[in-house]
T-cell receptor, first 116, second 112 residues
């Protein structure tokens, strides 16, 4: 069974609008971390934002915020005020610690295209 | 501070040959993870090294192997290359219990 599910293969958004990328996860470990990475066409994986399972508040990093709903096992990425440079693949990932294997596991990704 | 560096950036090999990919982690990081990303697909976990030992491997044949050196840099070897091994190979590093794994820019391997 997949541990990370990203149900949106592709998303389109108008420049300057906000967009939400969905991610659900599956774990029985009480301690885990959730991440989002951006992968532009160059291939590098760029770390965007982190949310720990015990964090009380949703994580924010500039224009990125993570909408963490623990009971629903959901960790959606919200990008506010989209820019043309945001066009890329976005991957949700999870790391189960300390009872897990520490190996980050990834979803299949969502392709985001920002239109001018 | 230098990030994760991978070499070479691009590699072209003939079917049946061997490929060696290298990864230098962020200074102080002891864990190195290798992933394969075939065209249009997500990241498939290959290998995890920590403190010089192989800790886990993904569902790949034994011709995918590697090692971690005393300075925590790592090497991925792919023997008897097949056409379907063509992919972007990504290396990431972290402290074993750290929150975030940081990635290198990847090595794009093409098998012809």
């Amino acid at each position: 069974a997949q541990k990370i599910t990203q149900t949106q293969p592709g998303m389109f958004v108008q420049e300057k609008e906000a967009v939400t990328l969905d991610c659900t996860y599956d774990t029985s470990d009480p301690s885990y971390g959730l991440f989002w990475y951006k992968q532009p066409s160059s291939g590098e994986m760029i770390f965007l934002i982190y949310q720990g399972s015990y964090d009380q508040q949703n994580a924010t990093e500039g224009r990125y915020s993570l909408n963490f709903q623990k009971a629903r096992k959901s960790a959606n990425l919200v990008i506010s005020a989209s820019q043309l440079g945001d066009s890329a693949m976005y991957f949700c990932a999870m790391r189960e610690t300390p009872g897990g294997s520490y190996i980050p596991t990834f979803g299949r990704g969502t392709s985001l295209i920002v239109h001018p | 501070e230098a990030g994760v560096t991978q070499s070479p950036t691009h590699l072209i090999k003939t079917r049946g040959q061997q490929a060696t990919l290298r990864c230098s982690p962020i200074s102080g990081h002891t864990s190195v993870y290798w992933y394969q990303q075939a065209l249009g697909l997500g990241l498939q976990f290959l290998l995890w090294y920590d403190e010089g030992e192989e800790r886990n491997r993904g569902n790949f044949p034994p011709r995918f192997s590697g090692r971690q050196f005393p300075n925590y840099s790592s090497e991925l070897n792919v023997n008897a290359l097949e056409l379907e091994d063509s992919a972007l190979y990504l290396c990431a590093s972290s402290l074993r219990t750290d929150r975030v794994a940081f990635f290198g820019q990847g090595t794009r391997l093409t098998v012809v």
